[in-house]
């Protein structure tokens, strides 16, 4: 069974930067695309950043998305953190092997001051 462990979450002035983790139990070449949601009580689960096997990537602005291969990996660099970027962020990836969805548990970001 692939699991997805998030990491880097925490409290975060304004105007800072965070780095999430994602680490996968297997290798992550067989994980394609992976990415990163965030989610909001109350609100849908928006898309933030996704990056595919090959390296393409859809991302813009603040974010950055990233894979190590070598560690199993994938990252999402958030710089110049504002309050509304406060949401539980989810790693995700679909393990090519079954097609099927896999989820992380998620790590909480909070921006204030």
């Known amino acids: 069974q692939v699991q997805l462990v998030e990491s880097g979450g925490g409290l975060v002035q304004p105007g800072g930067s965070l780095r999430l983790s994602c680490a996968a139990s297997?290798?992550?070449?067989?994980?394609?695309?992976m990415g990163w949601y965030r989610q909001v009580p109350g609100k849908q689960r928006e898309l933030v950043a996704q990056i595919t096997d090959r390296g393409s990537t859809n991302y813009a602005g603040r974010f950055t998305v990233s894979r190590d291969n070598a560690k199993n990996t994938v990252y999402l660099q958030i710089d110049s953190l504002k309050p509304e970027d406060t949401a539980v962020y989810y790693c995700?990836?679909?393990?090519?092997?079954?097609?099927?969805?896999?989820w992380g548990q998620g790590t909480q970001v909070t921006v204030s001051s």
């Open positions: 995700y990836a679909r393990y090519l092997l079954t097609m099927q969805n896999v």
């Open positions: 297997i290798s992550i070449s067989s994980l394609s695309p």
